[in-house]
């Protein structure tokens, strides 16, 4: 595979898997008050290089405890009158969505430069 061709791949797997996280991080923000709710991650792993996709994602959920609030009248709450709230942080949630937005960019740009190298190649070949 051509040099350009492979920039331009990873560059556009890079944004699918940027915008994986964006949607993970938004179900996470959504769901911040939901008792019970557990946040999801999403799990990395490269590929094989003979492989066809550059990275594998899973997701995963955080077996982090959430706050329990005692609250015996809650439809949730357990026998002991307590209910496990959200494990998810608003904070970490909006830092990890503005890091995933900024690698989306990032790979954007690069995308783009790829383009540009192959117009401008394009013009010299026709010449």
């Not at 890079?14 to 991650?41: A, C, F, H, W």
């Not at 590929?47 to 077996?63: K, Y």
């Not at 995308?111 to 540009?116: K, N, V």
């Amino acid at each position: 595979m051509n040099p350009l061709k492979a920039t331009m791949m990873q560059a556009i797997q890079g944004m699918e898997l940027q915008t994986k996280r964006m949607g993970l991080s938004s179900e996470n923000i959504s769901n911040v008050d939901t008792p019970g709710y557990q946040r999801k991650l999403l799990m990395v792993a490269p590929q094989p290089p003979n492989a066809d996709a550059f990275l594998e994602t899973r997701v995963q959920l955080d077996r982090t405890e959430g706050v329990r609030n005692f609250d015996p009248d809650h439809p949730m709450a357990d026998p002991d009158g307590y209910v496990t709230q959200s494990n998810v942080s608003l904070v970490t949630e909006l830092a990890d969505m503005r890091e995933a937005n900024r690698s989306y960019e990032a790979n954007l740009n690069s995308f783009q430069q790829a383009r540009t190298m192959y117009r401008s190649l394009l013009d010299v070949l026709r010449r």
